[in-house]
Each structure stands twice: as structure tokens, then as C-alpha cells.
């Protein structure tokens, strides 16, 4: 008779767990389970486009804090309230506070990639929107600066 070694816990409800052991040790490019499919599920490899994917944004980002205190020396205005209220503070807590929360949000939404957010869109779709914005964003204020 074999001895049962299993701890009780199940793995597969730790998601933030699996999410990060995956990040460094992973080797799983697919779900296993059906059920894993209609649910969503974080899987352990991830894809060199992904990578891509999460990093202009936060270039991006960077551009857009040096453009909008670029313009705002041109006479412009900052259209956010809260980010106007951290720029009249001091322009580095207006830099940092963006860079973190631009990353903060790709990180939470590279992890939720492959979950289904509203109807049909996943995740992975909201990573190409922000993208998408942010370049939109950087050739209008590449626009307003020349």
C-alpha cells in the first residue's frame, strides 16, 4: 500500500504563488486542466513578446513624465488633478508616483493575462490597449512639443 504524501492543500488555488514561483523557475507553456481553460490560469512560461509587451509601457511612461514636464514649461497644463497637486509638490514625487503606478497595473494585469476580465477580453488584450494608449499618448505630446 502506497502512502498518500499530498499535504491537503491544492496548489492550484494560490495563484499569486504559482505566478511568481513560474517567473523564475517555471516550465509549464499550456493548462492542464479543461476547467483551467474556461476559468483563466497563470501558467509558468512566459512568452519573449509578453516580455516586450510589459516593458514599453513602462519606457513609455518614463517618455510621458519628461514630456509633460517638458510642456508644462511651454505654458501647458496637466489635465489630472492628482498628478497636477504631486508636480506642484515636487516634480521627482510626480515622476515616481507615475512610474509605479503605470508598473504596478502591468503587473497585475501580466498576471491576470489569461484571465477573462470582461465577456470575451482577456488580460492579454488590456496589456496591447495600454500599450496602444501610451503610443498614442507619446505622438500627441511629440506633436505639441515641435
Avoid at 509638490?89 to 515622476?95: D, E, L, R
Amino acid at each position: 500500500m502506497q502512502r498518500d504524501r499530498r499535504s491537503g492543500e491544492d496548489r492550484r488555488q494560490s495563484h499569486l504563488r504559482a505566478a511568481i514561483y513560474g517567473l523564475f523557475l517555471g516550465r509549464r507553456k499550456s493548462p492542464r486542466r479543461e476547467i483551467d481553460k474556461i476559468n483563466g490560469y497563470i501558467i509558468d512560461y512566459v512568452e519573449p513578446h509578453i516580455v516586450i509587451i510589459i516593458i514599453l509601457p513602462v519606457i513609455l511612461s518614463i517618455l510621458d513624465a519628461l514630456f509633460t514636464l517638458c510642456l508644462l514649461t511651454k505654458g501647458g497644463s496637466e489635465i489630472n488633478p492628482i498628478m497636477e497637486i504631486l508636480i506642484n509638490q515636487n516634480p521627482a514625487i510626480f515622476f515616481v508616483f507615475k512610474l509605479l503606478l503605470t508598473t504596478v497595473g502591468l503587473i497585475v494585469t501580466f498576471l491576470f493575462r489569461y484571465f477573462k476580465v470582461i465577456g470575451k477580453i482577456y488580460g492579454i488584450h488590456l496589456l496591447y490597449c495600454i500599450l496602444g494608449v501610451y503610443i498614442c499618448l507619446i505622438c500627441y505630446e511629440l506633436y505639441l512639443l515641435i
